[in-house]
């Protein structure tokens, strides 16, 4: 079984525990290294190491929590997922539950960084760039995450999926990142913006809340056009959306 494979048909056998409740742990901690690394790249604040270190932490969480829970650490992600037919909405649910509390663990651990290091970056929580109006970061969002969350797809869930999925989905996340740095962050994922918005909300310096609906609403369009478009036009086999004359 690969990554991405549904969660809740792997046979009547398997229990609750092993169809739902692991894999939501593994997302719970995947995610909560994911943040940790994000965070703590964003403090060299140079684009490329910061997509870099994105990038790379998802291929090495893919490739060892991957067979657990496929490896999404995203809740647009756990979404595109279910509408496209990967998973059942029962799992996905426990999914963004875990995802979001493991993006809030940051809270926790953002004391490892100075506390001036930690104002200078705003802990880590994605705000809009200088001139950026929010209509257009909630398009800049929503293209970006669409690649991200259309590799997803193609790659680990179609059934024609490959063993590269891994690097895939790593190489879009650094691509976006580089792409979208300075105009919205590039977040693609509402736990990674959650998390860090909650952990530096007792600064007051910067409102990390004022545009933060545009790290949801932007991702969540973009992962659905991606899933609309994979089930409609490019899914193979039985992902496929057939409408009959």
Request: proline fraction near 4%; aromatic fraction near 12%.
């Amino acid at each position: 079984m690969s990554e991405l494979d549904p969660l809740i048909n792997r046979g009547a056998a398997d229990s609750f525990y092993d169809r739902v409740v692991r894999p939501s742990l593994a997302e719970f901690f995947g995610t909560i290294v994911f943040v940790f690394v994000g965070c703590m790249a964003v403090q060299t604040q140079v684009v490329a190491p910061i997509a870099i270190a994105h990038g790379l932490t998802i291929v090495v969480l893919i490739a060892g929590l991957g067979k657990i829970s496929g490896g999404h650490f995203n809740p647009v992600v756990t979404l595109g997922v279910t509408l496209s037919g990967g998973m059942h909405w029962v799992a996905s649910i426990f999914y963004v539950l875990a995802q979001l509390l493991g993006g809030m663990f940051w809270c926790i651990f953002q004391a490892v960084l100075p506390e001036t290091v930690y104002k200078e970056i705003t802990g880590g929580a994605h705000t809009l760039g200088s001139g950026v109006y929010a209509g257009w970061a909630v398009l800049a969002e929503g293209i970006l995450t669409f690649l991200l969350v259309f590799t997803v797809l193609l790659t680990a869930v179609d059934e024609n999926k490959t063993k590269l999925a891994p690097l895939a989905i790593g190489f879009s996340v650094v691509v976006d990142i580089i792409a979208g740095a300075k105009t919205t962050g590039a977040s693609m994922n509402p736990a990674r913006s959650f998390g860090p918005a909650v952990a530096y909300s007792k600064y007051g310096d910067v409102n990390v809340w004022e545009h933060h609906y545009v790290y949801w609403f932007g991702p969540i369009c973009g992962a659905g056009v991606a899933a609309l478009l994979y089930k409609m036009l490019f899914a193979t086999g039985n992902r496929r959306l057939y409408i009959e004359r």
